[in-house]
């Protein structure tokens, strides 16, 4: 997958699957939104993958057929990360779990929903699922307003969990039947 898509902001987004060469990139990325909220299941300095470890599984990203991970470019920065994974087993493949992070200084450019719209084409397209899943985190809301908009309903909450600082903070489990 490689597009250049222009936001409606203006900006021009490239999105496409990284290669080995983005891994320190996208770990500076990681460092970064890290510490930019309390909406993520990682904290700074919790992401604890090494780069070693990130490269290898850029490597060998174009062969896997079960999940796509793909990142979004603005002037060459790396701007969002986002993938999605399916079932392995066959009674579990026709469902795939979602997940995206944007930079904060990017929010409301739409980069969310066109990096989504992406992945979900790519669900429904490539790998044929009829199913597709996300948790986010109570009182995360614009966040839930863009699932909602993009047709995903709540199907379950799981209380306590997340744990930050001590704090419980309840999980939305959200789906989009496809």
Not at 94 to 122: D, F, M
Request: charged share 30%; net charge positive; hydrophobic share 35%.
């Amino acid at each position: 997958m490689k597009k250049s898509i222009t936001l409606k902001s203006g900006l021009q987004l490239e999105i496409r699957i990284p290669n080995v060469e983005d891994a320190q990139p996208v770990l500076n990325f990681i460092d970064i939104i890290s510490s930019e909220s309390d909406n993520l299941t990682f904290g700074p300095g919790e992401f604890g993958i090494s780069l070693e470890k990130e490269k290898n599984y850029f490597s060998h990203l174009k062969e896997n057929k079960d999940n796509i991970f793909v990142i979004g470019l603005i002037d060459g920065e790396i701007v969002c990360v986002s993938d999605m994974s399916t079932g392995k087993r066959k009674r579990m493949r026709h469902a795939g779990e979602i997940h995206i992070s944007v930079q904060k200084k990017y929010w409301n450019h739409g980069i969310g929903r066109t990096v989504l719209s992406e992945l979900i084409k790519w669900g429904k397209e490539i790998r044929k699922l009829r199913k597709i899943d996300l948790q986010v985190k109570e009182g995360n809301d614009p966040a839930i307003h863009l699932y909602i908009s993009l047709g995903f309903q709540e199907e379950g909450r799981i209380s306590r969990g997340y744990q930050i600082d001590g704090k419980f903070y309840t999980l939305i489990c959200m789906g989009l039947e496809l």
